[in-house]
């Protein structure tokens, strides 16, 4: 393996990747952002009152979405990229 593969190939070509959407959707659910993020859309629309349209939704909110995924739930994520990443090919990170 060369060191060029993006981390979503090789998670595409051993089948991790859906684990990995699948473990984020659920820790997110599970602390509550899926909810803040869908009072943080409420509140974009209501003051464009109701007028926004998707694409302007979503630069608006992904900031803010963003910055409210907890510390634990990026490290828990990475370190499983990295674990899955060691098993696989034997990479040093």
Same mark, same amino acid.
């Given at each position: ?5 993006? =981390? ?28 803040? =993020? ?22 608006? =909110? ?10 634990? =739930? ?20």
């Amino acid at each position: 393996m060369t060191f060029t593969k993006s =981390v979503d190939q090789i998670t595409i070509l051993q089948g991790d990747r859906t684990k990995l959407k699948d473990l984020l959707r659920n820790r997110l659910n599970a602390c509550g952002w899926s909810d803040q =993020v869908r009072l943080l859309c409420r509140e974009a629309i209501k003051e464009q009152d109701n007028a926004v349209n998707c694409d302007a939704l979503i630069q608006q =909110v992904t900031p803010k979405a963003r910055a409210l995924i907890p510390d634990t =739930v990026k490290k828990e994520l990475l370190q499983k990229i990295k674990t899955i990443l060691i098993q696989q090919e034997g990479i040093d990170i």
